[in-house]
């Protein structure tokens, strides 16, 4: 992929007319997922709008909810307030009274780590890894990456208000009811901040320029 400076990105984003997550012809949101599956080594990701939407999707991907509990290595407060608001109970990995399996890997991406996903990605085991794009400094976004496309395709069902997916949506015809969640949510991540982070993960895994002078 060539490289675009900040301004050209939002230029070619805003031209094409397309700054909304649900059209046909988008190309950034599709660019991103192929990035981060390339760098991840994961089969499908899932773009959504802030760090506890992907949390949310992660878990509902797997059909975690309101009364569930799930293990977690060292959840912050943060997200033990929004799993409460979820209704969901938090145990911590590694202690008598965590035994089950950690339900998701969570990778936070900022200037100093960004060229490192990869890395990061290798030492995650839970069946969805959250990767957290907010730091690259374009916006909230966020991340679910998996290999189960089942929870994939839950998760992305999540995203847009729950009762279709981003291809669906258009004939309105139901692909498969099983997916619907109960109750729905607007997760969806602009094009336009796909693109910025894009950029952004681009750049950092360009091996550095050397100078040829001593």
């Known amino acids: 992929m060539e490289l675009f400076d900040t301004a050209t990105v ?12 649900i059209e046909k012809s988008d190309r950034e949101l599709p660019g991103l997922e192929r990035l981060l599956t390339k760098q991840t080594g994961r089969a499908k990701a899932v773009l959504l709008n802030s ?4 949390v ?9 909810g309101h009364g569930d509990t799930v293990s977690l290595p060292e959840p912050d407060a943060a997200t033990e307030a929004f799993l409460n608001w979820l209704g969901v109970t938090v145990e911590r990995a590694g202690t008598e009274d ?3 399996p950690i339900a998701y ?9 960004a060229d490192r996903l990869a890395e990061l990605a290798a030492g995650a085991s839970a069946p969805a890894l ?3 794009l907010t730091g690259l400094g374009f916006g909230p976004a966020a991340a679910v990456l998996t290999d189960d496309a089942g929870l994939w395709a839950r998760a992305e069902r999540l995203k ?6 981003l291809r669906t949506m258009w004939t309105q015809e139901e692909a498969d009811a099983s997916l ?3 109750v729905q949510f607007n997760y969806r991540l602009s094009p336009l901040v796909a693109a910025c982070a894009r950029m952004a993960l681009t750049r950092a895994a360009r091996p550095a320029a050397t100078s040829g002078a001593r």
Not at 10 to 21: A, D, E, I, N, Y
Not at 51 to 54: K, L, Q, V
Not at 160 to 165: E, N
């Open 160 to 165: 847009i208000f729950g009762a279709y997916d």
């Open 130 to 132: 959250v990767v957290d």
């Open 105 to 113: 890997d969570h990778v936070a991406l900022d200037a100093t780590n």
């Open 10 to 21: 939002l230029t070619r984003v805003l031209t094409s007319g397309v700054v909304m997550s």
């Open 180 to 182: 619907v969640p109960g």
């Open 51 to 54: 760090r506890t939407g992907a």
């Open 98 to 100: 965590g035994p089950r």
């Open 56 to 64: 949310h999707a992660a878990l509902a991907g797997q059909g975690i």
